[in-house]
Every structure is written in C-alpha cells, then in structure tokens.
C-alpha cells in the first residue's frame, strides 16, 4: 500500500531590526570631491564651442570657486554644519570591507545593513589644498586640481541591520575595518591612498567633543576665506593670485557678495586663520 505523501509547514520566523548610533572619528585628513556646478551644468546643458579670442580671455582654473564647489552644502541653514557627505558612501565602504572580512560577503552586508541617516554631517574645518595631478586620458595630461581637505573631522551615522542575523558587536567590528582598509573621499586605502580613515569612538572621546564644537560657523567662515593645507598650496595660490592681478582678469570669486576678499599669502598666515575659525 503506497504512502501518503506528507506535508511539511513552511516556518518564518519574523525579523527584529535594530538601530545604533555610532561616532566615526578621522585619523587622517578627508578629502571632498563633489562635481562642481560648472560639470552638471556642462551634462544638462553642453556649452557651445569657443573660438580663439573667447579661450584666451577665459581662466581656466579659479581654485576658490573649486574649493568652495567641491563640498557637499547644507542649503538648510538649520542645520548644524555648512558640509554633508553622501551618505551612500558610508553603506558602500561598509558592503566594500566585507570582501576583505572572514565570515562577510558584500552582497550580504548590503542586505543586511543599510544606513538610516538621510544625510550625514561631517564636523571639522576645511583648507584648500593643490595637487599635481594626470587626467584619465590618453596622454595622461597634467592638471592642477584644488579639493578641500579636512585634516581632523568627525560625523555620526545611525545604522540599521537585522538583528535577528547580525549583532552590534560585528557592526562595530565591520565599521572598524572599513575605515581601516576602505575610507572615504578622495585618495582612500580602497584606491590605493592613505587618506579618509577613520575608527569607531565614544561621543565623549575628547577629539570627537572638540571637533564637534567646528560646525557651522567655523566651516563658512573657512569657505569664505580659507587657510591652506600645506606650503605647497599656499605659494601656489599666491602666485596664482598676483599672477591674475598682473594679468588684468578678474576672478568670479573675487568677492563674495560684493565684498571683496583678501587670502593669506603664506601657511602661518593661513593658520592663524584656521585656529580663529575653530575658536
């Protein structure tokens, strides 16, 4: 006599997420590289082609107006810094440091773990800094690209992730390890870099408490008038500056409305003024 084929009840048990706030302290500088209007503008709406009189009257680099483009604003004005960051970034270096973690897998942590914040604010002052570098064409042709660099700064992120299938302690673990071997921004350890790492810390870590204090206030009056990030990018924008004075041009960035604005010549000078911003 045959058997009656048996049945077997499909269980799922529900899934508990959870959330945790968590302090991300850089332990070296990040460097922010946001598209810069004149770049969308040019994808949205291609500029027509200029002849030989129009590109030489045309500057072009203005390193002020890329330095200040290139930070990710806060429009709000009640928010508690002037700069965001993606946060897109955060998940994706998250997904990134599971390749390289036993017992993870990218495509896991990306279900597993996402980032709550809809925007995440990063605290510290910005400087303007210059670099030698080759663009990806065929010739590699050398440029000089102004970014802002912030040499100390500091964030929160609130995270989501089933708990049901990961705990606190391994999202500490696998946030470590992506500010170790991954980081953020430009010229990071996942590119071959050393910059944008960063650790976990407590919020009443002394560096965080201090760089939590550089918000808002001290980050307008650094893009208003920046300091430099090393000697190299001060001697450069003096002669930069002196040059466009000699030359008769005038810089959008000149004046800010209607004020015109006056930048250090010199890495002690712009260090005062970066100590006066984070007072």
């Known amino acids: 006599m045959a058997k009656k084929p048996t049945t077997k009840t499909l269980e799922i048990k529900p899934i508990t997420m959870a959330r945790a ?18 770049s969308w503008r040019e994808l949205l709406l ?13 500057l072009k680099h203005d390193p002020l107006t890329e330095f200040r483009e290139c930070c ?30 036993p017992g993870a897998t990218k495509s896991q942590m990306l279900r597993l773990v996402s980032i709550a914040s809809t925007q995440v604010n990063i605290f510290g002052v910005p400087q303007l800094g210059m ?10 042709t050398p440029d000089v690209r102004t970014r802002a660099y912030f040499p100390e700064w500091c964030c929160s992120i609130d995270i989501e992730y ?25 010229y990071r ?15 009443d870590d002394k560096d965080v408490v201090r760089i939590l204090k550089q918000g808002r206030a001290a980050q307008e009056a650094a893009l208003a008038s ?54």
């Open 46 to 58: 291609p500029s027509q082609e200029k002849n030989k009189a129009e590109k030489a009257e045309t």
């Open 21 to 38: 706030r968590i302090y991300l302290l850089g332990t070296s500088p990040l460097i922010m590289h946001r598209f810069s209007s004149k």
């Open 162 to 186: 089933v708990s049901t299938l990961i705990t606190q302690t391994q999202i500490f673990n696998l946030i470590g390890a992506a500010g170790v071997i991954v980081g953020l921004g430009d």
């Open 72 to 101: 990710y604003r806060n429009r709000d004005k009640s928010e508690s810094t002037a700069v965001h960051f993606p946060a897109g970034a955060f998940s994706k270096a998250i997904a990134a440091a599971a390749l390289d973690v």
């Open 226 to 279: 920046p300091s430099f990030f090393n000697d190299d990018s001060a001697e450069l924008y003096g002669w930069f500056t002196e040059e466009v004075a000699r030359r008769e041009k005038i810089l959008p960035s000149a004046s800010q409305d209607g004020t015109p604005l006056e930048q250090p010549k010199s890495l002690a000078a712009a260090k005062r003024n970066g100590r006066a911003a984070q007072a």
């Open 189 to 203: 350890p996942q590119k071959g870099g050393q910059f944008g790492k960063f650790i976990c810390a407590p919020p």
């Open 131 to 140: 670099d030698m570098v080759r663009n990806s064409d065929m010739n590699r």
